[in-house]
């Protein structure tokens, strides 16, 4: 579905990812790295709000590399930013209402009623909070208006930029289930720094370091590898054993 091929991007004149390729398909494609490493400056190029360098992306086939934020969305890449950014001054609803209008755009059929009962569903919370300005919030009740407002949009594929950001680690843990949830019928492409609970939930995991790609592979090959556990575990690897020759 979604094709990332020799990306590379950065500001100003500098680069930030170089070499990227990979692709994005069902389930959840997750691609992690320490803070620095370039997974927000990877999902701003894929989304339109930074132009590659050089490189290519392609969503169904379709190069979108060079096409601006809103037609991107309007393709069906529905976005999570880090830190939510709702529209604080709107209500809950409103903020809602605005992915629903996307999907309106591009020619879908909206039941807005059926939407929002079924988000519902997903996260029980939202449906007292609705009349309230989505600035008056918590971070976590952010988070989950925020996925609730690209869910409107009936996307093709759901980005999101290290959702767990700053939550307490038990809202860590039911967010990650949601998503994993969400994932069951939408493709997902998650970037997060928590390695330990969202590697689990994935189909495909990627390592950037450094802006480059460094490690691909199934989640149980990401974790049966030393330095991951080392670096992004905080696990200890134990050192070969010691042989021992017959004399002794």
Known sequence: MLEIENLRAGYFGSTVIDGISFQSGSGVTLVIGPNGAGKSTLVRAIVGSLRPIHGA???EGRPIDHLRAEAIAHLGIAT????????????????????????????EKVDFKSDLATLQELFPDLGPK?????GELSGGQQQMVAISR??????????????TTGLHPLLVRELIVKIEQVARNLPILLTEQNVSQTVPIATRVHVIEAGH????????????????????????????????????
Do not use: C, W
């Open 80 to 107: 999570v930013p880090e830190r939510a950014r709702l529209f604080r001054e709107l209500r809950v609803i409103d903020n809602l209402r605005l992915g629903s209008r996307l999907a309106e755009r591009r020619g």
């Open 130 to 134: 609705l009349r309230e300005s989505a």
């Open 213 to 248: 790609l460094v490690h691909s592979g199934t989640p149980q090959e990401i974790l049966a590898d030393d330095r991951v556990r080392r670096i992004y575990l905080g696990e200890a690897v134990a050192p070969p054993e010691a042989t021992v020759s017959e004399g002794g």
């Open 57 to 59: 992306v392609r969503f």
């Open 150 to 163: 690209a869910l409107m949009a009936h996307p093709k594929l759901l980005v999101m930029d290290e959702p």
